[in-house]
């Protein structure tokens, strides 16, 4: 944005923007502020862009993609980024350590904050230190759980998977939906994307408060700090767990918080949060459904299976943790017909950059660490075994792969809790699409589905025989 224009908004009173929403001071536009004037302009590129090039082919579809869990189709709309299979992703055109270097950081920190990325990938745009701040204080003020979810958080029983609890959680502060209530009053469809984006805050602030339930609940002794209108997210999610006196650990939330946030639209989580938003699902109804896909072992969940495989190829190895012996682990696994976890990707046919970043974290902060060094180890023997093995497209490490022996290090030792922090995480990537669904009118997803039958019908009038 110009300096000129980015002058005449400020001098806006943009605290007025919706009569009743509440704001926190800055001179600078609000998050809110911003996206409604960036909104008729995207409306109007989609608008052209389908006008001149609406009947454009832009792919073809194999019939074994329809078998193949449509990998590579073309066919879903996701703004705020995009995945390259070798590069990995781009959050609005940016790399990771392209937004690790230009987004803004927490005091004293090096590691960009994920409310600053939240507003990045809503807007394509990086915002100041104090609109940072004022979001970082919204988010704080808005954090306050309702009794309700409070006391079903509590009712869970500690053996209910911190996933599934949190999954409830979610659904439950649907209560608070103002999205819901504005639709049962008929409201315009035009303003769908003002109460989406209510909404969306109102979840990303409460969501520190529920997944620290949760942790104290199942793994200590039930009691949560208060959340302390001063720090960013990232140090109040630290608090709320009981590790906030530690900054290097905050450091680690900001970092873990911003890198898997978004991975391009058509991962399990992501599409279903927007496939099921596509039905005018409220934010919470459409989250939850998306993160109980997360929850899947070979999606979010993969950071409790590495653990979890880690710690069993420990016990059976002995202490002797030597390449040739991870190597004859590697081979066990497989040939007992499973996978590696940590391991593999759908879109990626490299080293995951989230991989990279979460290991030059580990290189910083604990070089000496014994699980970080079989973490290393195992990078050096894997890809040579999966590519021997031959079954998988790619035989590199993910995101998952990397993130448990952080948080190990500093005492986050429970990993049945971990993918509930990716699900914080994804929050950030997926409620900026589902405003944009709602800013844009995008319509209720329908693809076309075939039977068997129909498709060999389908290909015998194709090939003409
Ligand atoms: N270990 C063993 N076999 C693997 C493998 C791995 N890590 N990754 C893929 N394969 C196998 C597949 O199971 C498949 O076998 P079949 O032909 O017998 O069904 C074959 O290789 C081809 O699979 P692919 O095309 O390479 O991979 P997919 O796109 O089907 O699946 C993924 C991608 C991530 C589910 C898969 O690589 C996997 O299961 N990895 C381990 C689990 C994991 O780390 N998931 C986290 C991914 C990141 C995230 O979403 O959080």
Do not use: C
């Amino acid at each position: 944005m110009s300096g000129i224009r980015q002058a005449k908004i400020s001098t806006r009173l943009t605290k007025q923007f919706l009569s009743g929403a509440r704001t926190y001071a800055t001179a600078e536009p609000t998050l809110k502020a911003r996206l409604a004037e960036i909104l008729p302009e995207k409306a109007e590129q989609v608008k052209q862009l389908k006008k001149e090039h609406g009947k454009t082919v832009i792919g073809e579809v194999l019939l074994e993609q329809a078998y193949g869990g449509m990998r590579g189709i073309k066919g879903l709309v996701w703004e705020g980024s995009v995945l390259d299979p070798i590069e990995g992703i781009r959050f609005r055109g940016k790399t990771i350590p392209e937004i690790q270097a230009e987004l803004p950081k927490g005091p004293g920190g090096s590691e960009p904050l994920p409310e600053a990325l939240f507003w990045l990938l809503l807007t394509g745009e990086i915002p100041s230190a104090a609109q940072t701040k004022a979001l970082s204080e919204e988010l704080a003020a808005r954090s306050k759980l309702p009794k309700h979810v409070e006391e079903l958080i509590d009712r869970s029983p500690s053996h209910l998977h911190p996933m599934a609890q949190f999954s409830i959680a979610i659904n439950a502060l649907e209560s608070e939906s103002q999205f819901a209530k504005a639709y049962a009053q008929g409201v315009n469809k035009t303003e769908y994307w003002k109460y989406t984006y209510e909404d969306s805050i109102e979840l990303l602030a409460k969501l520190p408060n529920i997944a620290a339930r949760i942790y104290r609940n199942v793994f200590h002794d039930g009691k949560v700090a208060d959340i302390d209108p001063s720090l960013d997210y990232s140090a109040n999610l630290a608090k709320l767990l009981g590790f906030g006196d530690n900054a290097e650990f905050v450091e680690l939330m900001r970092l873990y918080l911003t890198i898997h946030s978004d991975h391009e639209g058509g991962n399990v989580s992501a599409h279903t949060t927007h496939l099921v938003g596509s039905a005018l699902s409220s934010p919470f109804l459409s989250l939850a459904a998306g993160l109980n896909g997360l929850a899947g072992p070979l999606h979010g969940r993969a950071n409790q299976e590495v653990l979890e495989w880690l710690f069993s190829m420990r016990e059976e190895l002995k202490g002797d943790l030597s390449k040739e012996r991870i190597e004859e682990y590697l081979w066990e696994t497989l040939k007992a017909g499973r996978v590696v976890p940590g391991y593999g990707h759908a879109v990626l046919r490299k080293t995951d950059p989230r991989y990279t970043a979460q290991r030059e974290f580990a290189l910083k902060h604990m070089p000496d660490y014994e699980l970080f060094k079989l973490v290393s180890n195992i990078y050096e023997v894997a890809p040579g075994v999966l590519t021997k093995h031959g079954k998988t497209k790619n035989p590199w490490p993910n995101v998952d792969s990397h993130s448990g022996v952080l948080l190990q290090y500093y005492g986050l030792t429970e990993q049945s809790f971990y993918t509930v922090l990716f699900g914080v995480s994804r929050a950030f990537g997926v409620l900026p699409q589902l405003i944009l669904d709602r800013g844009l009118g995008l319509p209720i997803e329908r693809p076309k589905s075939f039977s068997t039958e129909k498709y060999i019908e389908l290909v015998k009038n194709i090939k003409g025989n």
